[in-house]
């Protein structure tokens, strides 16, 4: 079981940046293990925004968030990091840390397979 614990998110405008941390409790080395971030608006479904193989550190990103979100990931801490720049209006939701570990996983850009999940931070950008 890994436990994922969020921090940070809150309010900004538009063209302002945000970092979001996330800390997981175990990693478990011996399964394929990915974190990411997605997020979530009312009435719309969740969709990935950004995953990353804390072996090798290879990223992937939504395409409406390229060029403007960069996750990272630090392995002593067992954390993954969301740096949002350029941040839009249309990018206000409750953001959530995910994590996929276990045979299932096919790789870190297959949102499907993220199986934690965090609680969730509101970030909310204003015009």
């Known amino acids: 079981q890994v436990q994922l614990v969020e921090s940070g998110g809150g309010s900004v405008q538009a063209g302002g940046s945000l970092r979001l941390s996330c800390a997981a409790s175990?990693?478990?080395?011996?399964?394929?293990?990915?974190m990411g971030w997605f997020r979530q608006t009312p009435g719309k479904a969740r969709e990935g925004v950004a995953g990353?193989?804390?072996?090798?550190?290879?990223?992937y990103y939504a395409d409406s968030v390229k060029g403007r979100f960069t996750i990272s990931r630090d392995n002593a801490k067992n954390t993954a990091y969301l740096q949002m720049n350029a941040l839009k209006p249309d990018d206000t939701a409750i953001y959530y840390c995910?994590?996929?570990?276990?045979?299932?996983?096919?790789?870190?850009?297959?949102?499907?397979?993220?199986?934690?999940w965090g609680h969730g931070t509101q970030v909310t950008v204003s015009s």
């Open positions: 175990r990693y478990t080395s011996n399964n394929y293990y990915c």
């Open positions: 995910a994590a996929a570990s276990g045979a299932h996983v096919r790789g870190c850009r297959f949102w499907d397979d993220y199986n934690y």
């Open positions: 990353i193989y804390m072996v090798d550190g290879a990223s």
